[in-house]
């Protein structure tokens, strides 16, 4: 840094500090006026600035910079914001709040109109994919009461006829609103000062001729008192059709991205388990599917569907009412009060759920096990060594067990009821922290439940 530089930078610095000084000595109005003490002593401020810090400086005092012309870039910074305006809405003849947010870049689809897995009835906006519990959504710059204990707003209730415009702050702001702000702030500003009449009916339809949406709204509003005050009131009703995967053939299945085969849910009928040796004896098994027709336990060759039965369209009804008055008292004070009420009934439609890797135990002497199933299970390898085999009950317990009268006979034995054992896993002499194997594991089920 030169000493030109430095002496610079130190003017600008001082001259901040003069002119702020200057604001209360002018209010006092016995202020030297800058330009009478320029003529006075035949020195411009900057200059006597510069020397007076010069002869500072030689005086070996220390000099505190408590400002500079370097912008700070947290009081410049702004946070994006994305408007959207009624005239939007009204164009993409949206009919709940998610469908608009939907659009917004930095919005991740959740649970809504469109996604119905998981659907509780309520649709959420998901800033940024950190979390539909991660952002503020707001009405009128206020909060709310939330749809869940997650401090979740549901969307359904957002009286769409009335909003103004839509704004979106898709960065994070917990330092203004909290930490529920991360992944920013959804702002629903309804129309101020309506006055008059609005009715507006849309109906909807797909070119397949489904999916029927039917909405209707009416608000109304008036000022008062000059505009001082203003009133306004809106209600709707709003119904949808379901739209099925299973309608359109490209929904039909699920298809693998890379080899464009059809895939679905392992998770099927016939059940799967895991926990059994193949039916050679050669390997375990992962999770496979017990074969009808021999009883034994196969790898997968049947797997469960579930497009068909998921919505592309999630079918709902709604009446919602809002009501809303603002009166300016004073310059400064203003009352206002707002009502709000929305019946919501929505289809949540999924396909039949299933049991995902339950733990079951299995007595051998189940009259439903079928044999070949019976001896794979006892044949699996429990030992994690891969040179030994340890089955997990033998050849001959296993077909004891199978004619056993109860569980007070003396052989049997009943799959998943595990057994710790150490045991020197990988064969350097001693059994060591952690090695050893569950003689008896669980074995998992995995079923689809048919509606
Ligand atoms: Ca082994
Ligand atoms: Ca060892």
Excluded: W
Excluded at 280 to 289: F, K, R, V, Y
Aim: charged share 15%; glycine share 12%.
């Amino acid at each position: 840094m030169t000493n030109s530089f430095r002496k610079s930078l130190l003017a600008t610095t001082f001259i901040t500090g003069v002119s702020l000084l200057a604001v209360p000595a002018l209010a006092q109005d016995t202020s030297v006026d800058p330009q009478d003490a320029e003529r006075q002593t035949g020195r411009t401020t900057q200059e006597s600035v510069q020397q007076d810090a010069a002869q500072e400086g030689r005086e070996g005092e220390e000099i505190v910079v408590t400002g500079t012309l370097i912008r700070n870039p947290n009081l410049s910074r702004a946070s994006p914001v994305n408007v959207t305006t009624a005239d939007e809405v009204e164009l993409l003849q949206a009919n709940l709040a998610e469908e608009v947010l939907r659009e917004i870049p930095g919005v991740v689809p959740s649970i809504g109109s469109a996604v119905n897995n998981g659907n509780g009835g309520a649709s959420y906006v998901n800033l940024r994919g950190l979390g539909s519990n991660r952002n503020v959504v707001l009405l009128d710059s206020t909060r709310i009461v939330p749809a869940d204990l997650l401090g979740r707003v549901d969307l359904n209730n957002i009286p769409l006829a009335l909003v103004e415009r839509v704004d979106v702050l898709t960065g994070g702001a917990s330092t203004t609103y909290g930490a529920d702000a991360i992944g920013g702030v959804v702002n629903f500003i309804t129309k101020r000062n309506f006055a008059g009449i609005d009715v507006s009916a849309s109906e909807q339809i797909t070119e397949r001729g489904d999916g029927n949406v039917f909405r209707v709204d009416m608000v109304v509003g008036a000022n008062f008192e000059d505009g001082r005050g203003n009133a306004v009131f809106g209600i709707g009703y709003q119904e949808a059709d379901a739209v099925f995967q299973g309608g359109r053939d490209v929904s039909l299945t699920t298809i693998e991205t890379f080899g464009g085969t059809a895939l679905g849910s392992g998770t099927s009928v016939p059940s799967r388990f895991s926990g059994a040796r193949n039916a050679a004896g050669t390997a375990n098994l992962g999770t496979s599917q017990i074969d009808p027709a021999t009883g034994g336990i196969v790898p997968t060759f049947a797997t469960f569907n579930f497009n068909p039965f998921n919505v592309f369209q999630t079918p709902f009804e709604r009446f919602n009412m809002y009501g809303a008055a603002n009166y300016e008292v004073a310059e400064g004070i203003e009352f206002f009060t707002r009502g709000l009420f929305s019946k919501n009934t929505v289809d949540t439609i999924i396909a039949p759920s299933g049991a995902f890797g339950i733990g079951v135990n299995i007595s051998l002497n189940n009259p439903f096990l079928p044999a070949a199933a019976r001896s794979q299970f006892c044949a699996f390898d429990v030992n994690p060594s891969a040179t030994v085999y340890t089955p997990r009950f033998t050849a001959a317990e296993c077909a004891a067990a199978a004619t056993a009268a109860g569980p007070g006979d003396p052989n049997y034995r009943e799959i998943g009821t595990g057994g710790f054992v150490a045991f020197d896993v990988n064969g350097n002499g001693t059994v060591e922290a952690g090695e050893g194997y569950n003689r008896n594991p669980q074995s998992a089920l995995f079923r689809q439940h048919r509606l």
